[in-house]
């Protein structure tokens, strides 16, 4: 127990998380956690244990640039200590200096769940005011509800257009009965994950269990396919003078270099398109650059404006180096291109055009996502909203929360003499995770106590639950204080909660 770090494969329920790293291509989060400035105690202990693309996020936030954060919450029940968990990850992205979006999954609840319009306003609400309770800043960050929200219609419209129903059904079983609302409620739902975008691409995590994932892999390919199509129709609708060809051709030649790469089979759409096209890539001058850019501009690829110095015949190695610095999440593919390419000025103004064709649908960068353990239910088995034992809701008021710990599962062994001589199993213990979780918030040498003095026999249940049960009652205490306070801010924020 020297390792305060939790064992993430310490039990039988958790080591069925390593299969997802071989199944499903997530990643160990501790290979990311050295590049993450402050890492939260969630990743310091390893409840978050798994990541896809995070390393895109961490470089933003390590150089101090643009990165989001999202989560939804569905409003069916009261906000309760795993809900927490989501809430901590996301203000702390916030508190890192992302763009923190928190949605409630409003239509979801109804099509998929069934709940009634004046329930989910009710919970939406309470979900609301925890979430400000706990910190999320409503001026920095944004705050909707998917069936109010115009823009994530507009765009759930569009992802639908490149969505199919044979995908539902591979994705999430759906059939022949599956009710055309809950289709909308996933496209709705991908259109969520990537709304952070819609201004400007950015990376951007999903902080989820890992039971998320298919929506995660589902709309990162939403990502792929929107970023492509549309250039593809801009290409075929722009007319190039024949010295602008081999510009155009070039920086193809340099998309297709990186599509072999990366592997992204949707830019061959468009290579094929290009493939008609005259195949010399010297002699261009700045000037034919400059209008091949302005077309491409007219054509709706947004955004190139910013990129058109690097246009300039004189653009310096250093130059194209800024620029790969600029593109957030390609940066790594085209570092290999400053070797390959021995690069030169002419190459780095094609492969600066080549990735501002990249962005020309909508841009998406694939979101990246954490992945976090679940919290063992108190009495057991999994933690459950519709079993109120098993849980501690946020509005529980601090006696029954203190109650609950009380009577919670342990670790602990038959007897007294047992545990003292052989310790307890804190891997195995709703109680410890408890700590590990939330009661030690950012206190890491509390975890490692509760945990070193369980595993070597120096802690009983009794003690050791009362102290969680006086910790918890404080935080509930504490929690609903703030959740009041939390009603003006709520009151003045142009969320519609009467639906
Ligand atoms: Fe769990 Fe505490 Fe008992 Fe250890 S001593 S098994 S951590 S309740």
Redesign the pocket.
């Known amino acids: 127990a020297d390792d305060v770090a939790l064992d993430p494969w310490g039990s039988a329920t958790i080591s069925d998380y390593r299969a997802l790293f071989d199944e499903f291509g997530i990643e160990a989060f501790e290979d990311v956690l050295d590049g993450v400035p402050t890492p939260h105690s969630l990743m310091r202990r390893a409840i978050i244990f798994g990541h896809r693309d995070y390393r895109r996020v961490a470089a933003a936030m390590r150089n101090d640039e643009p990165f989001a954060a999202l989560s939804g919450f569905m409003p069916t029940g009261d906000p309760h200590i795993g809900h927490k968990m989501v809430f901590d990850e996301l203000i702390w992205h916030q508190q890192q200096g992302g763009d923190a979006y928190a949605l409630i999954a409003d239509l979801e609840a109804h099509s998929a769940r069934g709940l009634d319009w004046a329930e989910i306003d009710e919970h939406a609400e309470d979900y609301l005011l925890s979430l400000l309770a706990l910190g999320f800043d409503a001026d920095e960050g944004e705050l909707y509800r998917q069936s109010t929200n115009r823009e994530l219609q507009d765009l759930a419209f569009e992802l639908g257009i490149e969505a199919n129903t044979s995908e539902f059904e591979a994705i999430y079983g759906f059939g022949g009965d599956t009710d055309v609302s809950h289709m909308q409620s996933v496209v709705t739902q991908m259109a969520d994950i990537l709304y952070p975008q819609l201004d400007a691409p950015k990376p951007t995590v999903i902080p989820v269990g890992p039971d998320q994932d298919p929506h995660v892999r589902f709309a990162r390919d939403l990502a792929e396919r929107t970023r492509y199509f549309k250039v593809t129709e801009a290409f075929a609708s722009v007319a190039f003078d024949d010295d602008e060809r081999p510009l155009v051709r070039a920086a193809y030649d340099a998309r297709s270099q990186y599509a072999a790469d990366t592997d992204q089979p949707r830019c061959t759409e468009a290579a094929d398109w290009l493939a008609a096209e005259p195949a010399a890539a010297d002699g261009v001058d700045a000037a034919t650059a400059e209008s091949v850019v302005q077309k491409l501009e007219n054509a709706g690829m947004e955004p190139l404006r910013p990129r058109v110095r690097f246009f300039d015949r004189q653009a310096t190695d250093e130059a194209f180096t800024a620029l790969i610095d600029e593109i957030a999440g390609e940066k790594r593919v085209f570092e290999g291109h400053v070797d390959a390419f021995e690069l030169s000025a002419e190459t780095a103004r094609d492969l600066a055009l080549a990735v501002e064709v990249d962005h020309g649908g909508y841009g998406f960068v694939p979101p990246s996502s954490v992945y976090h353990r679940f919290m063992t239910g108190l009495t057991g088995g999994k933690m459950s909203s519709s079993e109120p034992a098993s849980h501690i809701s946020l509005l529980d008021d601090p006696e029954t929360g203190a109650d609950k710990v009380a009577a ?1 599962t ?3 062994r038959d007897t007294a003499a047992e ?1 003292r001589e052989r310790g ?3 891997d195995d ?4 995770e408890l ?1 590990a979780y939330l009661l030690a918030g950012d206190d890491d040498a509390l975890a490692e106590e ?2 070193a ?3 070597n026999g120096d ?3 009794g ?3 009362e102290q ?1 049960a006086d910790l918890m009652a404080q935080f509930l205490e504490t929690h609903q204080e703030n959740r009041e306070a939390a009603r003006d801010v709520l009151a003045e924020l142009d969320i519609d909660l009467d639906s």
């Open positions: 919670a342990t670790g602990g545990q307890g199993e804190p213990c709703p109680v410890y700590y509760v945990y003095e369980c595993a802690r009983l249940c003690g050791c639950k969680a």
